[in-house]
């Protein structure tokens, strides 16, 4: 599908100057056709970064970028891993740069199209431990916060850990950049869970780095998975959340526990890696969550950045065998919770 022409020629403007794109208003774009896009569709992305300290992304995040870009999504969401920090020595310049490289390769792009972008830290980009890397978080992310084109609810400890309001979604972000998500910000979610807002709301949708189970080889193991994984799963499911959305895999697998959908999102920059089963080559990818409103109904689909086409979810293996038991690969067209 071919970008709208308000958006190409937003997107040709890129190079009139890296301060240009905050004079953008914060409206989305508006949708597609009901013939041709969902009442919304929502773009996930996750593990965009190269090698420590590096500025620049591989060829495939800008190739991957652009073909969301062109699906015409509502809402941008990245789960996390934007910059390559959580390395020892890193100065403050050096994690600035990254951060700025980051804005001009992903954020501004996405903003310039019309697209609200919204955040989750991951553990390259702010992980505890590292007050410098976190600190370089806040110096980059505070001061683009009302840029973002985001309805906030609790702006909280932005972007660690925040609640918003976009398109009848009501979205929790909480900081799983390491595999212990703080007592305080659990009990902040599950208040958040229960507000007016989240209520009210058409669809709960949770976001962190660190997934519920793991996935991939090399990643199923301590200290790459959440911590305290029944307790966080069960917060959830009384919120009445739809799904928990991951990245730190770096492979996609649409699983269900229980009513919960986990939605792990595969790598978009380097170093994709292969399932715990099944024939799928490690390759980069995105996904979209397309929202059907009239009729409940939301599905999930993943595309190789390779290609541009979707990953057939028949390739997927039926389960997955990990640590933490069998994972159930989820349908692609499931209901909304009510």
Same mark, same amino acid.
């Given at each position: 599908?071919?970008?709208?022409?308000?958006?190409?020629?937003?997107?040709?403007?890129?190079?009139?100057?890296?301060?240009?794109?905050?004079?953008?208003?914060?409206?989305?774009?508006?949708?597609?056709?009901?013939?041709?896009?969902?009442?919304?569709?929502?773009?996930?992305?996750?593990?965009?970064?190269?090698?420590?300290?590096?500025?620049?992304?591989?060829?495939?995040?800008?190739?991957?970028?652009?073909?969301?870009?062109?699906?015409?999504?509502?809402?941008?969401?990245?789960?996390?891993?934007?910059?390559?920090?959580?390395?020892?020595?890193?100065?403050?310049?050096?994690?600035?740069?990254?951060?700025?490289?980051?804005?001009?390769?992903?954020?501004?792009?996405?903003?310039?199209?019309?697209?609200?972008?919204?955040?989750?830290?991951?553990?390259?980009?702010?992980?505890?431990?590292? +007050?410098?890397?976190?600190?370089?978080? @806040?110096?980059?992310?505070?001061? =683009? *916060?009302?840029? $973002?084109? #985001?309805?906030?609810?609790?702006?909280?400890?932005?972007?660690?850990?925040?609640?918003?309001?976009?398109?009848?979604?009501?979205?929790?972000?909480?900081?799983?950049?390491?595999?212990?998500?703080?007592?305080?910000?659990?009990?902040?979610?599950?208040?958040?869970?229960?507000?007016?807002?989240?209520?009210?709301?058409?669809?709960?949708?949770?976001?962190?780095?660190?997934?519920?189970?793991?996935?991939?080889?090399?990643?199923?193991?301590?200290?790459?998975?959440?911590?305290?994984?029944?307790?966080?799963?069960?917060?959830?499911?009384?919120?009445?959340?739809? +799904?928990?959305?991951?990245?730190?895999? @770096?492979?996609?697998?649409?699983? =269900? *526990?229980?009513? $919960?959908? #986990?939605?792990?999102?595969?790598?978009?920059?380097?170093?994709?890696?292969?399932?715990?089963?099944?024939?799928?080559?490690?390759?980069?990818?995105?996904?979209?969550?397309?929202?059907?409103?009239?009729?409940?109904?939301?599905?999930?689909?993943?595309?190789?950045?390779?290609?541009?086409?979707?990953?057939?979810?028949?390739?997927?293996?039926?389960?997955?065998?990990?640590?933490?038991?069998?994972?159930?690969?989820?349908?692609?067209?499931?209901?909304?919770?009510?």
């Amino acid at each position: 599908m071919a970008l709208r022409r308000r958006q190409l020629l937003r997107l040709a403007a890129a190079g009139a100057g890296s301060g240009a794109w905050w004079l953008l208003d914060q409206q989305r774009a508006p949708a597609a056709p009901a013939a041709m896009a969902p009442a919304l569709r929502i773009g996930l992305i996750s593990d965009l970064n190269s090698s420590y300290g590096s500025t620049t992304y591989i060829p495939q995040v800008n190739a991957g970028l652009q073909q969301l870009l062109a699906l015409q999504p509502g809402l941008v969401v990245c789960a996390g891993d934007m910059v390559a920090g959580q390395k020892p020595g890193l100065s403050p310049v050096q994690l600035d740069a990254m951060w700025e490289g980051f804005a001009r390769a992903v954020l501004k792009p996405v903003r310039q199209a019309g697209i609200p972008f919204l955040p989750a830290v991951g553990n390259h980009d702010g992980s505890p431990g590292y +007050a410098a890397d976190r600190e370089a978080v @806040h110096r980059f992310w505070r001061p =683009r *916060r009302q840029a $973002l084109g #985001l309805q906030f609810v609790d702006a909280g400890d932005f972007p660690f850990h925040y609640s918003a309001l976009q398109n009848d979604v009501f979205w929790l972000v909480w900081d799983a950049s390491s595999s212990r998500i703080p007592a305080s910000q659990l009990s902040w979610a599950r208040q958040q869970l229960a507000s007016p807002a989240a209520r009210q709301a058409r669809l709960r949708l949770v976001v962190g780095h660190l997934p519920l189970a793991g996935v991939s080889q090399g990643r199923d193991r301590p200290g790459e998975v959440l911590d305290q994984a029944d307790l966080v799963q069960n917060l959830l499911l009384e919120g009445r959340v739809q +799904a928990y959305i991951s990245g730190h895999q @770096h492979a996609w697998y649409p699983a =269900r *526990r229980g009513q $919960l959908d #986990l939605i792990q999102l595969g790598a978009l920059g380097s170093g994709p890696r292969r399932l715990l089963q099944g024939g799928l080559p490690p390759q980069q990818t995105y996904t979209t969550l397309d929202i059907n409103w009239d009729k409940r109904l939301l599905a999930e689909t993943t595309y190789a950045v390779a290609t541009g086409q979707a990953v057939a979810w028949s390739r997927l293996p039926g389960t997955l065998a990990g640590r933490a038991g069998d994972l159930e690969r989820n349908v692609q067209e499931r209901s909304i919770r009510r």
